[in-house]
């Protein structure tokens, strides 16, 4: 399975950034922690982090053209806001994860308004590094 793991905006500040809501770990912690967990399985997973929305819906397309079989997806605060990425990841034809490491159910009222996850094959939220786990093992699981 071949893999593309995405990340939103301000997670590059992962570890230093509200360590009370989003952990201790930062975001290539989190790739060691998946790798490590899943390395008798056979997959290829390029992670990749940006801060700008074109970034990301760019990677999005260019995902089918590179053979990619699934995207991970934590859009972070653009969640909330991008249309953009919905059509993207809607264009995209493999399975669709979207994580996220905090409850955003459990936060202020504008986070619960998700336009990206309508996009997603499913969620998983609130679990911290381990919600990115879980969206791995779904893949192998279920796809």
Known sequence: MNILVLGG??????????PEVYGKESLQDIEN??????KALKFTAVWKQSNSEADLINWIQEASRDGRDAIIINPAAFTHTSVAIYDALKAFNGKK???HLSNTNAREDFRKTKITTG?????I???GK??????FKQLFEKY
């Open 9 to 18: 905006p301000n997670l590059n500040l992962l570890g230093s950034r509200e």
């Open 119 to 123: 996009a997603s094959d499913g969620v």
């Open 130 to 135: 381990y919600s990115y786990l879980l969206a």
């Open 97 to 99: 994860i979207e994580v």
């Open 125 to 127: 939220e609130g679990f």
């Open 33 to 38: 922690f998946v790798n490590d967990e899943l």
